[in-house]
């Protein structure tokens, strides 16, 4: 479960929270879960007192949700993650709340700044214009190589950016290869926070699906994303995200984690020039 998923959990722990008034812990395999993506969360407890008074607590897979000394508990556990991957047009968020049996409202992520991070993020934009656009370019290739898009794709749209007279910064994975003509902001910024934190100051964001999209989701800034084939968007697209979903009636929503020659050989088949005129219009909305 990477940071992305972590913070559609968010979700979850918020419609618990208006429900039965009370901060939610999270629970796996009898172990309090915790993650720092969930720091400064108004309905997550992070309360070391509330530890304690759980301890000892055991919960079968069966559980659901549970309150334990007046505090509400959700087994992570009961929650089969494959489904996630056989429901391959309903949201995860949607899909987690329903399991929990709950409805969610709205489904944007959670994501809350300390004031160290916006005093950081602050200070580092006073080395950047007023404008700038930034870019991930490095999919996440721990859970699956299938979301890449060719690098040289990324370095063509940044060329184009930059005869437009846009301001590139490149964030994120400090040990990825750097593109030209960018900013290098990966050093500067030493968490996924940190860098969730400044996407929220950018005109523009784009990237392909992963952690970073959930982010900029939750901040509500401009963001393009682009979509391999192997899932479809709906399964964790948001409203407030442009996108475009690259894939053809004769392979699509494969839903493969292990290597598919048919999703990468799509992404690298792709015109990247056909986005640049949108990637434009979005940065100057």
């Not at 879960?33 to 997550?44: M, R, V, Y």
């Not at 304690?52 to 559980?63: D, H, L, M, V």
């Not at 860098?195 to 999209?213: H, Q, R």
């Amino acid at each position: 479960m990477g940071i992305g998923g972590q913070l559609m959990w968010t979700v979850l722990a918020k419609e618990i929270f208006e429900k039965y008034k009370k901060k939610v812990m999270f629970i796996c395999n009898n172990r309090i879960f915790e993650d720092p993506i969930w720091l400064n969360n108004q309905h997550i407890s992070q309360n070391e007192n509330n530890k304690i008074r759980i301890t000892g607590y055991n919960f079968s897979k069966s559980i659901k949700l549970a309150i334990v000394n007046n505090i509400i508990l959700i087994n992570l556990s009961s929650y089969d993650t494959t489904t996630e991957v056989k429901n391959s047009n309903i949201h995860t968020i949607i899909n987690r709340c329903n399991h929990y049996n709950f409805n969610p409202k709205l489904l944007y992520p959670i994501l809350n700044y300390t004031k160290e991070e916006e005093f950081k993020i602050n200070t580092l934009l006073k080395e950047l214009p007023n404008k700038f656009l930034c870019i991930e370019p490095h999919a996440k290739t721990s859970w699956t190589h299938n979301k890449t898009f060719p690098l040289n794709k990324w370095q063509n749209i940044v060329n184009k950016l930059v005869e437009q007279n846009i301001t590139v910064v490149q964030v994120s994975i400090p040990n990825k290869k750097l593109l030209n003509n960018v900013i290098d902001f990966r050093s500067k910024l030493s968490s996924f926070r940190e860098c969730a934190c400044l996407l929220k100051y950018c005109n523009l964001f784009i990237s392909t699906e992963g952690g970073l999209m959930h982010a900029s989701a939750a901040n509500n800034n401009n963001t393009f994303i682009i979509f391999s084939p192997m899932f479809n968007p709906k399964k964790t697209l948001y409203n407030n995200i442009d996108y475009i979903w690259i894939h053809n009636k004769n392979h699509n929503c494969c839903n493969k984690i292990q290597k598919c020659n048919e999703c990468l050989q799509q992404m690298n088949d792709f015109d990247e020039y056909s986005i640049i005129d949108k990637i434009i219009k979005l940065y100057n909305k």
